[in-house]
C-alpha cells in the first residue's frame, strides 16, 4: 500500500490531503500537530495536520505544498522522510525550484487548485488539478487516484503548460501585490494594458526559451482574468498585505533572470521587478 504525505497545510496541501484520504492513508504534515477546517462546496471537513519536526516516518509519495519561498527551510525534514524510491511532486507556482532538488527523487506540478487559508481555516474555490510531466511513474500514480477528484494529469506538453501558467501568475500576481488590489483591477484601462504588456513581454521570453506561444496567449490569459471573482486576490497579493516574502524569485525573478539570458528587452517586467524586489529588500 503506498503511504502518501503532504507538507504544508495550506490551501494547496489541505486540499490534496483531503481527496488523497478518501481512498489511501495519508499524513498532512505542518509546522506543528493542529486541526485544519476545510471548507469545500460539499461541505466542513476537519482534517487532522501531524508535526513535521517530529516525524520519524518515510513515505512513499510526497506532496510538497508549502511557498516556494519556504522549499529550503523544510528539505532537511523532507531528506529524513524519504526512502530510496520516494517520489517527491512540489504542488507550487513559479519554475526553477527543482534546481533545489539535487538527490531528490522530483517533480515540479503545474497547480490549478484555488483555495486561501486564514488563520485555521482554508477555503476551496474551485479546480483540483495537478499538470505533471508525462512519465510512468505519474501515469501509475494517476491510476491509484482515480478514485478521487484529484486529477492528477501527466502533459506531453508539460513544458509549455508550466511556462502558461507562469505566463498567468506573472501578469495578475504582479498587478494585484503592486496595487494592493483585488483581480478586478485589471478592469482599469491603465491597468489592462500594462498587464497585457506584461504579457506580451513574458511571452517574448518565453519564446525566446523555447516555448512558443502564438499571438492569441494574451487575450486568453486575459479572458481567463475576468472569470476571477472580482475580489479575489492572488497569493502574492495576500503575501504583500501580510508583509511577509513572496514567491518573486521563482515568478518575475526566473523571466527577468531568463530575459537577460536571452538578450529580451522587458521593459515593463523591469519596473514591477524593481518594485518587487524593493519590497522584498531585507524583509525575512
Ligand atoms: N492558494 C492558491 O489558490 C494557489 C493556487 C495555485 C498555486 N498555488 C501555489 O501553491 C503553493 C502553496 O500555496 P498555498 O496557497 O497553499 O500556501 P499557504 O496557504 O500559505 O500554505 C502553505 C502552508 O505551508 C505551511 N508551512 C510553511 N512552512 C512550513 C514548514 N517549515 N513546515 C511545515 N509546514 C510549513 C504553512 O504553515 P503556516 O500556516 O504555519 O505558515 C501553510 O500552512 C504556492 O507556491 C502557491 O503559489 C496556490
Given at each position: ?7 504544508g ?13 478518501r481512498v ?41 505544498a ?6 529550503k ?17 512540489l ?14 527523487n ?7 487548485i ?5 488563520a ?11 499538470i505533471?510531466?508525462?512519465t ?31 505566463l ?31 504579457l ?61 539570458r ?23
Amino acid at each position: 500500500m503506498t503511504k502518501y504525505a503532504v507538507i504544508g497545510p495550506g490551501a494547496v496541501g489541505t486540499v490534496i490531503a483531503h481527496e488523497i484520504s478518501r481512498v489511501h492513508d495519508v499524513t498532512l504534515f505542518g509546522r506543528q500537530e493542529q486541526q485544519v477546517l476545510l471548507q469545500t462546496v460539499d461541505g466542513e471537513y476537519k482534517i487532522n495536520v501531524s508535526s513535521l519536526v517530529l516525524n520519524d516516518a518515510t513515505f512513499d509519495v510526497i506532496f510538497v505544498a508549502v511557498k516556494a519561498t519556504k522549499l529550503k527551510s523544510i528539505l532537511p525534514a523532507l531528506q529524513n522522510m524519504c526512502h530510496s524510491k520516494s517520489q517527491v511532486i512540489l504542488c507550487q507556482n513559479g519554475i526553477g525550484q527543482l534546481e533545489l532538488m539535487d538527490g531528490f527523487n522530483a517533480v515540479q506540478a503545474v497547480v490549478y487548485i484555488s483555495g486561501q487559508k486564514t488563520a485555521d481555516r482554508v477555503r476551496h474555490f474551485q479546480d483540483k488539478k495537478l499538470i505533471v510531466p508525462n512519465t510512468t511513474a505519474m501515469h501509475q500514480m494517476r491510476s491509484d487516484l482515480h478514485m478521487t477528484e484529484l486529477e492528477l494529469t501527466p502533459d506531453t506538453d508539460y513544458d509549455r503548460q508550466s511556462w502558461f501558467k507562469l505566463l498567468v501568475n506573472l501578469g495578475i500576481n504582479s498587478v494585484t501585490a503592486l496595487t494592493k488590489n483585488t483581480a478586478h483591477v485589471v478592469e482599469l484601462p491603465v491597468v489592462k494594458s500594462l498587464t497585457e504588456q506584461l504579457l506580451v513581454e513574458g511571452i517574448a521570453v518565453a519564446e525566446a526559451a523555447g516555448h512558443s506561444f502564438n499571438s492569441d496567449t494574451v487575450n486568453d490569459i486575459m479572458a481567463i482574468y475576468s472569470t476571477y471573482d472580482p475580489l479575489m486576490g492572488t497569493s502574492m497579493y495576500y503575501d504583500t498585505l501580510a508583509g511577509v516574502p513572496i514567491e518573486y524569485d521563482f515568478i518575475q525573478g526566473t523571466v527577468k533572470q531568463i530575459a537577460v539570458r536571452h538578450h529580451v528587452q522587458t521593459p515593463v517586467l523591469d519596473v514591477c521587478c524593481a518594485l518587487l524586489e524593493g519590497y522584498q529588500y531585507e524583509r525575512l
